[in-house]
């Protein structure tokens, strides 16, 4: 089984690959924590992954709050994996894995990292296509060496001490912390997609079908990115910037 948070598509990817390659079904963690879906049995698993992306150079707040949550039934020592896409570089994200599957008596074998385009737009910009196909490509030929090291259940111990932060820490809309900067511009056409895409059902629409947001934000862009009117913005600073989706993958109801 591989539990995958993915807002723009590269971790879904990630998982795909690895998921046709080993086998496993992938569950969206965006749905579990949407549905309330804590519990699951991996009896019959022989592999036990969590692909995520990175965020602030740790686990996201909502993929934290999935694991926290998370009730496993049937582990009897699989082969228990994170893979970890990144923009640039990745961080205390394997210690933060350890240390959370560690409190379940879950132990982590192998941890990897794969660099795939950045969607956090707010210090970047979206590659131009071209460098993203090389990117998309490069990251290919890398999940497949990674695919091939866990279907060989190679160990690779992460680092164990508990690392500074576990998770990039949600925010209140409401404190006006940084996640009140997100919000739908002239362009908006009250689709309602940004609700639907919401892995934590922040975003709530008005009498005209508007969005405002509300509650525990855990940043992930998938409203900012997925909105197809490109309506969705963050302050003043992603008017003038592309937007991102993995083009590979389906991320409908994921
Ligand atoms: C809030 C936020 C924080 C991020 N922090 C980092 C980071 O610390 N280092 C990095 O290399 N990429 C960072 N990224 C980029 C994502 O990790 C990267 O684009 C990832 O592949 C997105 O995965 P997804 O398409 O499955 O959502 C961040 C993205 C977001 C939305």
Redo the contacts with the bound molecule.
Sequence with gaps: MIFCF???????YAAQRIGDATNDRIVSIGRALRNEEFEYDITNDEYLGFVL?????TLPGAAAAFIERLILKGFSGQYVYGVF???????SEPAALFTMLRSKGIPLSATYDVV?????IVWSEVPPPRKIEQMLNDAKTHLDGITASIIRKTPRKPDTAPPKDLY?KMEEVSTKSGTSKLHADGKCNSCGLCAEACPMRCIRLDASGRPYWEGSCT???ACLHRCPANAVQYGNETQNKGRYI?PEVDLNRF
């Excluded at 993915?6 to 879904?12: K, M, V």
């Excluded at 896409?85 to 961080?91: A, K, L, V």
């Design positions: 993915s807002a723009t598509g590269n971790s879904l992306p990175t965020y602030a150079w896409t990144c923009g640039e570089s990745t961080g795939m385009p950045d969607n956090f990039m940043m992930c862009f993995n």
